[in-house]
């Protein structure tokens, strides 16, 4: 049995979509970041960098959502094109995603939500970076109907983990200024599998409050 550590952010929502698609059954070990359960000692056992997602699938542990959604796309042979040249295209975007959209939004996210005090400086930083990052997956879009080519794979997948959330970032407008990627995201939005992994969210009783003990569990570098 596939057992799947999740809080419901992006990047673990990467990797319950990928599940869903593939329709495997698992359980959920429900990891509540906002009260620091991913700093305990049982979970940096399966995870040493104190992150979700990670998957135990019997005696693999992985953790990582990128290598998660390669490892299970690979076993079970679906959503990684077969050509070797929309294979090395989807192997591009799942990174380009991984190194750059992921991490420029996450901070993006921390400078304009959860920073102490305003940052002008790496507001403008980041934003400008997640900006050049949709422009670039948007002209991709304009001539191709999926990252990889012409067939949807896990590099849609780990697009929709973060531009589904895009909102938080560039506020009402949304991807308003990048219709190609709202184009893939919608229709991302719309397969049972997106349903399916919404649903995983409805039965979590999580915290939500950013009260000092929320900071402390998300950024314990500061303090």
Known sequence: MLKLYFHPSP?????????EE???PFELG?????KGQQHAPEFLKINPNGK?????????????????LLYLAEKHGQFVPSQPAERAAM?????FVATGLSPFSGQAVHFLHYAPEP???????????VERHYRVLDERLSR???LAGHEYSIADMALWGWANSAGYIFGERGLADYPNVKRLVDEVSARPAVTRAHALKTTLKLKTE???ETRRALFPQNH
């Open 91 to 95: 192997l591009s975007w799942l990174q």
């Open 11 to 19: 990047n673990p929502m990467k990797v319950a979509l990928l599940l």
């Open 210 to 212: 950013m009260d000092d």
């Open 22 to 24: 593939l329709q495997l």
């Open 30 to 34: 429900v990891v509540d970041i906002f």
């Open 119 to 129: 940052v002008p400086y790496a507001q403008n930083r980041y934003m400008k970076e």
């Open 52 to 68: 979700v997602p990670a998957l135990i699938d019997d005696d693999v542990t992985l953790f990582d959502s990128h290598a998660i």
């Open 144 to 146: 191709s109907p999926y």
